[in-house]
């Protein structure tokens, strides 16, 4: 797709530092680094030159690179001029750059260019930007590895099966009269039952990748006094919630931010769950349990030296049914070891928030919950946004309403309609179906210069 015009910015931080990029790309971009550096050197090999601002005055000296169009970053000519960090100094080049006839570009633009140009497909660009984000090292590395088209690759080999899908249940419809025998075939029901596996595998996966991208969401929750918040300062290692043997202090919800061996979390301390006459205590709760709606697991903290509460039952019953929870024994360092309770109410991971002790058992156990466990420590997993989550499910809606079509034997149109906007679902991810204001939206939370 061609673009009319060039585009200019400054693609470092924005402050003082060492080196200060300015990127400009578009069809006079060799043209607009010229009229600052003079002379361009040859194609992909770095060239010392004297850069000087609109007025012609010397004002940096530093490399340029030029990639001509179409191997570039963004599929355009592509000019990167390397001058020292100054915060003046690259405004004055990037004036420069528009007094020339580029202008100044859009967040996101040259990575949005590197798209319609076909560089990178939409889960690629969209990488780019998770890689810059990244909040953990397996970030890092499961961002790169959907910006070398790990994810992509998945998306479109599930894009080409359906394809061939559709094609066979469309073939039915030229055959309009025997269409319920044509799609009685076992083959196509085989068929489309493994892409369903397919599907659901990649769901998983992808899943996966949006906690490690948008992290975690996790309650503590339980009686006042249990040590929800000792539990919470144990984990973020800082005192951040208030610590009280008083019930009832902690009154509002407290959120931490923490990477928890590589896995991004917000963990909400909840004030204590339990009938109170106390107004400000009242909507701490009401609170509480709004957080808890939110979260994606729920920490259920009992007392370790106590029989479970028929509170903590009614409590624990409270929860959303299918809402995923751990119980949490805590002040195992003042249980009687003794007389350890092998009955049901010993269930639950031991530990104690005070002094550390049984801390590791209850991160493993949550991130083999967030599908993080050690075997994907190698870096299976690919970033994914909640976009491609929605995308997904979808794109199983229709695959659902497909297969039951299907099965009871509706007509080929309906099968062939519900499988065309699963692919059309399927197509959003990697941007082979899009629209305007969806590329607005992605493009426009990149940073400028990229
Ligand atoms: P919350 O109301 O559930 O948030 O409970 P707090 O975190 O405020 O803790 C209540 C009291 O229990 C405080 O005095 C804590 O120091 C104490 N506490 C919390 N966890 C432990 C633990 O594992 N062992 C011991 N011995 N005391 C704890
Ligand atoms: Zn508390």
């Not at 906690?211 to 996790?218: D, F, N, P, Q, Y």
């Not at 300062?233 to 009832?248: F, H, K, M, T, Y």
């Not at 995923?324 to 639950?348: E, H, M, W």
Request: glycine share 8%.
């Amino acid at each position: 797709m061609a673009t009319a015009d060039t585009i200019a910015a400054i693609a470092t931080a924005p402050g003082r530092g060492a080196i200060g990029l300015l990127r400009i790309s578009g069809p006079i971009a060799l043209e607009v680094a010229t009229s600052i550096a003079g002379s361009l050197p040859p194609p992909r090999q770095a060239g010392l030159r004297t850069f000087r601002d609109r007025d012609g005055a010397a004002i940096d000296q530093g490399l340029v690179l030029v990639f001509p169009a179409p191997r570039s970053y963004t599929g355009e000519h592509l000019v990167e001029l390397q001058g020292h960090g100054g915060v003046v100094l690259l405004q004055l080049l990037l004036e420069a750059a528009i007094a020339a006839g580029a202008r100044m570009a859009r967040p996101g633009e040259f990575s949005e260019r590197a798209f319609l140009n076909g560089r990178l497909d939409l889960a690629q660009a969209e990488a780019v930007g998770d890689l810059i984000d990244a909040a953990s090292r397996q970030a890092v590395v499961a961002a790169q590895r959907s910006l070398e088209g790990a994810f992509s690759e998945r998306v479109t080999a599930l894009a080409d099966e359906l394809m061939a899908l559709r094609a066979w249940v469309e073939g039915a419809l030229d055959f309009s009269d025997e269409d319920v025998d044509w799609l009685a075939d076992d083959g196509l029901r085989t068929r489309l039952a493994n892409w369903s596996d397919s599907l659901d595998a990649l769901i998983a996966q992808v899943g996966q990748g949006r906690r490690l991208r948008e992290g975690l969401v996790v309650a503590i929750v339980g009686q006042p006094n249990v040590g929800k918040s000792t539990l919470l300062n144990r984990l973020a290692g800082v005192e951040a919630a208030i610590v009280s043997d008083q019930p009832g202090t902690t009154r509002d919800t407290l959120r931490e931010h923490l990477v928890l061996e590589g896995m991004p979390i917000t963990i909400v301390d909840t004030a204590g769950l339990r009938e109170t006459d106390d107004r400000i205590e009242q909507e701490g709760i009401r609170r509480s349990w709004s957080a808890v709606d939110k979260a994606e697991l729920v920490l259920y903290l009992v007392d370790d030296r106590h029989d479970e509460h028929p509170q903590d039952l009614e409590l624990l019953a409270r929860l959303p049914v299918d809402r995923p929870r751990i119980v949490v024994r805590n002040k195992c360092d003042l249980a009687d070891r003794s007389a350890q309770r092998l009955d049901a109410a010993s269930t639950g991971i031991r530990l104690s928030a005070a002094t550390g002790e049984g801390i590791g058992l209850l991160t493993t156990a949550i991130r083999e919950f967030a599908g993080l466990g050690a075997a994907d420590q190698q870096g299976s997993s690919f970033t994914a946004r909640t976009r491609h989550v929605l995308a997904l499910a979808e794109t199983r809606r229709h695959l659902e309403v497909a297969m039951r079509s299907l099965a009871a034997s509706s007509a080929a149109e309906l099968i062939a309609e519900e499988l065309r906007l699963a692919h059309a679902a399927l197509g959003e991810i990697t941007g082979q179906v899009t629209s305007e204001d969806l590329l607005g939206r992605i493009f426009a939370s990149f940073c400028i210069g990229k």
